[in-house]
């Protein structure tokens, strides 16, 4: 059963980077898409951007300037670098698995996800 | 950008059925999921390509896709279904797309 275990620091001031990591644990790493999501605080799901095993990446506009996502293949993981925060990046990250596909239209969902880091921007 | 449009709420009686609806241009003419949020918890995928359920999702839940519109439909909702629930689809300009939410009230 994959399990996707993430971490990183979650408290930082602004105009600092904010980094994550996240594991992929009993599971292929190759034939999916790493994703990045975020939820801040009583609000709905923001796509970050994804990553996959080649180190394909694609990042939502809203955000792609300040975005880097990266693969690390020896050891299953993904990361998440998003600079110059402010406190409107203060939310909930998660990391999540993403199954794509093509039959009749192009698909994708994601079918597992991490447990989430709360990353809170606060001078 | 490509972007969906739920109902912010939806109240339904236990034991009745439950819709969401998930609105975005064309819709019908790509794949929409739904996932499931309770409080504290991450989001779980509870439909995918637009009628697919899930290992270990329960028949309750069905879901369908047409014209502009995706419904989530929950028959017979139970307590537990209380929840907030969130379309997504992906497409080519915006990537994955999510739609605002509808929190979900069993009265």
């Known amino acids: 059963q994959v399990q996707l275990q993430q971490w990183g620091a979650g408290l930082l001031k602004p105009s600092e980077t904010l980094s994550l990591t996240c594991a992929v644990y009993g599971g292929s790493f190759s034939g999916y898409y790493w994703s990045w999501i975020r939820q801040p605080p009583g609000k709905g799901l923001e796509w970050i951007g994804e990553?996959?095993?080649?180190?394909?990446?694609n990042y939502n506009p809203s955000l792609k300037s300040r975005v880097t996502i990266s693969v690390d293949t020896s050891n299953n993981h993904f990361s998440l670098k998003l600079s110059s925060v402010s406190a409107a990046d203060t939310a909930v990250y998660y990391c999540?698995?993403?199954?794509?596909?093509?039959?009749?239209?192009?698909?994708?969902?994601?079918?597992?996800w991490g447990k989430g880091t709360t990353v809170t921007v606060s001078s | 950008s490509y972007e969906l449009t739920q109902p912010p709420s939806v109240s339904v009686s236990p034991g009745q059925t439950a819709s969401i609806t998930c609105s975005g241009d064309?819709?019908?003419?790509?794949?929409a999921c739904w996932y499931q949020q309770k409080p504290g918890q991450s989001p779980v995928l509870v439909i995918y390509q637009d009628t697919k359920r899930p290992s270990g999702i329960p028949e309750r839940f069905s879901g369908s896709n047409s014209g502009n519109t995706a419904t989530l439909t929950i028959s017979g909702t139970q307590a537990m279904d209380e929840a907030d629930y969130y379309c997504?689809?992906?497409?080519?300009?915006?990537?994955?797309?999510f739609g605002g939410g509808t929190k979900l009230t069993v009265l």
């Open positions: 064309k819709l019908g003419n790509k794949y």
């Open positions: 990553i996959n095993q080649s180190g394909s990446t």
């Open positions: 999540a698995r993403g199954v794509v596909g093509a039959t009749s239209f192009h698909y994708y969902y994601m079918d597992v």
């Open positions: 997504q689809a992906w497409d080519s300009s915006t990537g994955v797309v």
